[in-house]
């Protein structure tokens, strides 16, 4: 790992947890922190030193009020800049660098999503130092796990930069909690604004009443068995407000149209580890158990007693789904 810039002067120290620092770079929308960057604060609390989290855009201030209450933080560090409204890379990245310079942390930690994604490296390279990708878990400092190849194989990785910048599965953390403390805010007097090519012209958010995908408690997801989408339509939506459960789907039914693209859970897709996974006509192909097998209780539908997803299914149902579907939601309506 990271060989090609193990330079010869490069020295490897454990360095006391007093010396350490670490900024926590958390979401938010309309006006709250995002689910998603809570179990990024606890992940930053395993380093053992100063957690400080990082808020950007308009409404920085009043997501800080939020934040500063969560456990584990020690203080919480604003920019209230509308530039940073769409958390623009180009311009999220550089204010990133020069505020992490200044605040002399050793660990920079976000969450495994689309805003981590989009930062995260762009960061790393301009402080010329490895991200590490999808932190399952921290053994130390310098030392973390991650999934390789979809999940099937699982690394044990050592960075040697000084600064390790890290994105975290969040379903492999708690989420922080509320605390009686309330920790400090500041606004910092770091703003490079540096320009930023990329103009946001709009965005297109499927809409749903039903629970987020990313962090339902329950899914139930959707495959290919299901057929055509007025089928997916008819039976997935009744069975997951019966469960009150969040809707996923395999990237065969996204694929063919059956499902919204949002919606699709596995290596390319979502990863979820709800407390709960229903498995509607989905086979159980590795790329998509790499999104869903970590959830508490597995539970499956297929009609083909072979299919590979009964081999990670705490229960099986053999049967035609067409059948059994509409069975469960109402047995499951009757109470
Ligand atoms: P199928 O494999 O066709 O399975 C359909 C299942 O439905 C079968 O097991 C069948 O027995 C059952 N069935 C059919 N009719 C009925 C019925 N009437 N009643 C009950 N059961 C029935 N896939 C993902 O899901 N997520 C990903 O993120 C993802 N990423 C990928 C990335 C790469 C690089 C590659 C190469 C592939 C990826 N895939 C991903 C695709 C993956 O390999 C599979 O093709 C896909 O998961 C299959 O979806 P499925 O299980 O719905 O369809």
Not at 61 to 81: C, F, R, W, Y
Not at 221 to 246: Q, T, V, W
Not at 268 to 294: C, E, R
Request: glycine share 8%; charged share 20%.
């Amino acid at each position: 790992f990271r060989a090609s810039s193990l330079a010869a002067s490069t020295r490897y120290f454990v360095l006391p947890s007093r010396l350490l620092s670490t900024l926590a770079v958390l979401e938010h929308k309309g006006g709250k922190v995002l689910p998603q960057s809570l179990p990024v604060i606890t992940a930053a609390t395993r380093f053992g030193g100063d957690v400080t989290a990082f808020l950007a855009g308009t409404d920085a201030k009043s997501v800080a009020e939020q934040v500063a209450k969560l456990n584990g933080i020690t203080k919480v560090l604003t920019v209230s800049d509308r530039a940073y409204d769409k958390s623009m890379p180009e311009s999220y990245a550089p204010l990133l660098v020069e505020n992490i310079k200044q605040g002399g942390f050793t660990h920079v930690v976000s969450a495994h999503s689309a805003f981590g994604k989009n930062i995260m490296p762009r960061l790393s390279a301009l402080l010329d130092v490895q991200q590490i990708s999808d932190v399952t878990e921290i053994k130390d400092e310098a030392t973390f796990v991650r999934p390789i190849y979809a999940g099937n194989a699982i690394a044990t990785v050592k960075s040697l930069d000084n600064i390790k910048i890290l994105t975290i599965r969040g379903t492999a953390f708690p989420p922080a909690e509320e605390t009686l403390d309330t920790a400090a805010i500041e606004e910092s007097s770091i703003n490079p604004k540096a320009p930023c090519p990329t103009e946001w012209i709009s965005e297109s958010l499927a809409k749903s009443e039903r629970p987020d995908l990313g962090t339902a408690t329950k899914v139930v997801s959707g495959g290919r068995g299901l057929k055509d989408k007025e089928n997916f339509d008819k039976l997935m939506p009744p069975l997951a407000d019966a469960l009150g459960a969040a809707i996923g789907a395999s990237r065969a039914a996204v694929d063919s149209g059956f499902a919204d693209n949002s919606l699709q859970v596995g290596q390319t897709g979502k990863v979820v580890a709800p407390q709960l996974y229903l498995a509607v006509g989905i086979s159980g192909a590795i790329q998509h158990l790499a999104g869903m097998k970590d959830s508490k209780v597995i539970v499956a539908i297929n009609k083909d007693a072979d299919a590979p997803i009964f081999q990670v299914a705490d229960l099986g149902l053999v049967a035609d789904l067409f059948a059994a579907v509409p069975e469960l939601t109402e047995k499951l309506n009757a109470g």
